[in-house]
T-cell receptor, first 107, second 114 residues
Framework: KNEVEQSPQNLTAQEGEFITINCSYS?????LHWLQQHPGGGIVSLFM???GKKKHGRLIATINIQEKHSSLHITASHPRDSAVYIC?????????FGTGTSLTVIP | NAGVTQTPKFQVLKTGQSMTLQCAQD?????MSWYRQDPGMGLRLIHY???????DQGEVPNGYNVSRSTTEDFPLRLLSAAPSQTSVYFC?????????????FGDGTRLSIL
């Protein structure tokens, strides 16, 4: 049983393209996180959302609580954006993670 | 400021051996957690702690023990290693229960059980 589904699983884009990664979840949550895992394995937190929209540089995250859906957008993509992007939800004290979207941005 | 420190970075064990993966944070975070990451399955929660002296099971706790005697340290013990425990293990911490708190991750421990 997967509480969190991400799409697409893999994504290849040309530098400069607008990118969208989707996350759907099936449980009631208090918040949703977007994480980035670098090719070397390190994981960093990008966004925490409980409603609406957040923006940080070229990254934008949105959430629709009623539809149980979130999107991560990258504007003007760059090769350094190549990473695995992971959606995680928190129904209580525990995280549930999507399997990640592997993004490759080609120069 | 070291953040979250995991040791060792790599380890090879034989089936049946025991070992402890260390996790320490210097940010005075109350919430700490252990995850394993396997290909195609994403991160899964093993155990977590909401403060010193308090631990609870996550999604995949079998074969693992934890303790939280101090705020800083949250070791993960494998009592009798099995090949199914071959994985990459991540420790993470946040100031409080992570509803709206950023998670800080360690660099991971790559563990192979032969």
């Amino acid at each position: 049983k997967n509480e969190v589904e991400q799409s697409p699983q893999n994504l290849t884009a040309q530098e400069g393209e607008f990118i969208t990664i989707n996350c759907s979840y099936s449980v009631g949550i208090s918040a949703l996180h977007w994480l980035q895992q670098h090719p070397g394995g390190g994981i960093v937190s990008l966004f925490m959302l409980s409603s609406g929209k957040k923006k940080h540089g070229r990254l934008i995250a949105t959430i629709n609580i009623q539809e149980k859906h979130s999107s991560l957008h990258i504007t003007a993509s760059h090769p350094r954006d190549s990473a695995v992007y992971i959606c995680a939800v928190i129904p209580g004290n525990q995280f549930y993670f999507g399997t990640g979207t592997s993004l490759t941005v080609i120069p | 400021n070291a953040g979250v420190t995991q040791t060792p970075k790599f380890q090879v064990l034989k089936t049946g051996q025991s070992m402890t993966l260390q996790c320490a944070q210097d940010m005075n975070h109350e919430y700490m957690s252990w995850y394993r990451q396997d290909p195609g399955m994403g991160l899964r929660l093993i155990h977590y702690s909401v403060g010193a002296g308090i631990t609870d099971q996550g999604e995949v706790p079998n074969g693992y023990n934890v303790s939280r005697s101090t705020t800083e340290d949250f070791p993960l013990r494998l009592l009798s290693a099995a090949p199914s425990q071959t994985s990459v293990y991540f420790c993470a911490s946040s100031l409080q229960v992570p509803s709206n708190q950023p998670q800080h991750f360690g660099d991971g421990t790559r563990l192979s059980i032969l």
